[in-house]
């Protein structure tokens, strides 16, 4: 389809604006720019017409199923939208004072004490826009809370080899060095190499549990008692969380500090990338360190609060506050119970799809998973030379989001697959017999699998050419 | 069944005999006993009605202004109402980064737009997909800049206060130096620039129009920096940016900025858009995601998710940023503000902030006491003293409906967007004389 830029005519103008009604001033000439920006110039049914086409090439969550793997795509309630976009939040001015945005600050207050009570923590911020942005100010707290006993030494965060990326990527940008640790044969942390490598040097670990292999890590206590009784501190990715909430909780286990993803876990929208927001909590020894400001509540109300040894801010303001509206109408709705209930249908949903497919693929660790579980298509590629990327691709033919691909990356041919627990059962067999379908025409007809997929927008695409000779933006001529 | 989870108990008890367990605690078997919870301390749901009466009274419990004066970093613009709407379309809201191109080409190209419409602004090559906020992208332009031997940060004070901050954060964080250009007059000082410029600094952060509203000499100060051999970096306002020369221009390397006026509310501070674009050769230091034009497999232009080597998923530790997710909404938003506006109409913005701007300026600075405090020219923006106490002034404007200007040390940081009428500003003017008068 033709870009904006394509559909463009010069001179075509409607005008959203008033004529002005003060006298007409001029930017003076050497300040000004010398020509104004190519930007479209579209009537507004050819606007609406453009966006309605792209939005026909989109695929969400309202689309059909969406199952990937550490994404927790779970339907995004409306009523949260409608909430978030009540006047009473979005006209508010962030720098307005404190006692005109009461209801915000309430909203935050409430938001972090719940947050706190699911995650075991003491305290919350709601700045970090993500979640690599929450692991940020997260490690942050721990640099600060070492630095501040004048602690030096300790410059290396441990990183078992099956986290994201983001994880070593988020000890690099905190001046700190990532000491991977490798996985032992049941997916868990290998605990000697643990052992081996804590030690006056580790300032702390980050670990997600459920793992990235839909596993919980059962030494889990033992994990974080090594780390503790070297000295360092233990973060928790939260990425998994929608495993366990309700069910225990990171402060529970050992940890520290833990990132949250109220984008995954409390069902607010992905926006096709974002907003999102990476809550970070954190136990009281580190509640000093906070970014500051930080929402508390004083005498009767709500009010800022700088921290004393804060880390300074992560965000302009207060990070992505309508998103924590979302996830607060989110906890509201469906409560404790509820939330319990979600997490325990998102394991059945999770173990009984893996059930379904476990004769005609491999999964990677077999036995009982948490929210998600990983396949492994070695087998399927060495014997009929179909790859996980054309499995995935077929199920686009097959009306679905593929799971995550190649990840984790200890995994050979993985596909990382979370049902979540808003899909229906039916939903489930559905997929289950795509995959199915799948594996019976990798016997058949291996070919067409490769060639997938056929009844989409646009085919495979060359992404080596897009590499190798970038266009990031389209050429006026 | 459960909110949002739609397996009746019947179903889940047939699904737990397909998976071989008898209870949900069969589920959890791999966890401590120790550590399974007997329930949360939170409410049962109160349902989607329940929570909304909760939410309403939360909103309520918030002023918003029919009248604004206030910027200092979030703006008070006309958002076009094809901007919300489309961008509450489903299919944008409740899909997630694209990966898979073949069933996101809608995002890609969208994002794609997005970018050239960011190089178009700000005159430069290429841009990112966006950044988490304009505080963000300044933190990430300042680290594209460090090299081994050049890592200190240089940034001027007439930068905004909570954008320092965080570029300070992140340059904590990655053990850099930041220190802080001084100004005078309100600018950016060029020859105090030109004495803390070393073999040690990687960059010049400034901005334009800077926190007191004033346009600074960019060209010059760009100057400055390169023969520092320091990067130079601008952080611009979106909507001056269609009225004053560009970054391009005034030979920045990057240009950054808050991308909130192009379309987005204000939202007591966030989701705000992070923008980011660079010269050529600094196009692949961008984090972050970048979309770009390809073909395939039937040789159809297509866009998708490309120059990944630089990425965290890739390059795990030796990654440059953990940025893994943009502001795809937001950008969006920008987009869709951009393609409606068109250029004359975001010109027509722009002049319109530039002319009320400086008719209110004349108005108050013409009552006794609130004088300008800078000479200098200015955007939308300017700061003018004030004669009583700030307080007890925003109290008595907010008594009358209006959010006045931003405290700042020296007086008044006004703000006056197209948004303001003339009627708004002649009523702000009238209550400034009554309380000059006293």
Known sequence: MKLSFEKSRPGRFFPVMPELDVPEEKVPPELARAALPRLPEMSPPDISRHYSELARRTHGVNDGFYPLGSCTMKYNPKINDEMANLPGFTRIHPLQPEHTVQGCLEAMVRAGEMLCEIT???????????????EFTGVLLIK???????????????????AHGTNPATVSMT????????SDSSGCVDLDALRAAAGPDTAGLMLTNPNTLGLFDRNILEITRVIHDAGGLCYYDGANLNAIMGIARPGDMGFDVVHLNLHKTFSTPHGGGGPGSGAVGCKSLLAEFMPAPLAARRGGGYAFESPPQSVGRVSAFYGNFLVMARALTYIITIGGDGLRDAARNAVLNANYMMRRMSGAYDAAYPGTCMHEFVLSL????????????DVAKSLLDRRMHPPTMYFPMIVKEALMIEPTETESRETLDYAADAFLDIRLQAERDPEALRAAPVSTPVRRLDEVNAARHPKLRYNFG | MAYYAPSTEDEQLEMMREVGVSSWDGLYADLPEELLLDGLAIPDGASEFGAQAVMERLASKNAAFQTIFR???????????????????EEFVTSYTPYQAEISQGTLQSIFEFQTMMCELTGLDASNASVYDGAAAAAEAAAMCRSRDRRAVLVSEAAKPNV????????????????????????????ALAAMLDGSSACVYIEQPNFFGLIEDASALGRIAHG???KFVMGVNPIAAALLKTPGECGADVAVGEGQPLGMPLSFGGPYLGFMTAAEDMARKLPGRIVGETVDADGKRAFVLTLQAREQHIRREKASSNICSNQALCALSAAVYMTVMGPRGLRQAAESCFSKAHYAERKISSVRGFEPVYEGEFFHEFVTACPVGTESLMRRLESRGILGGMPVDDGILWCVTEMNSRAEIDDLVSILKEVAEG
């Open chain 1, 120 to 134: 075991g923590m003491d305290a919350m911020t709601f700045q970090p826009a993500a979640g690599a942005h929450g």
């Open chain 1, 144 to 162: 600060a809370y070492h630095a501040s006993r004048g602690d030096g030494a300790r410059t290396k965060i441990i990183v078992p080899d099956s």
């Open chain 1, 175 to 182: 001046g700190f060095q990532a000491v991977n640790v490798p």
């Open chain 1, 378 to 389: 070695d087998g399927l590629k060495r014997e009929a030379g179909v790859s996980a990327m």
């Open chain 2, 71 to 89: 910027g200092a970093g979030a703006y008070n613009h006309y958002i076009p109402s094809l901007v919300k709407q489309i961008t509450s379309k």
């Open chain 2, 164 to 191: 320092i901050s965080v570029v300070e954060t992140y340059c904590y964080a990655a053990g850099a130096e930041l220190r802080r250009v001084p100004t005078r007059g309100g600018l950016t000082d060029g020859d």
């Open chain 2, 228 to 230: 520092g051999g320091a």
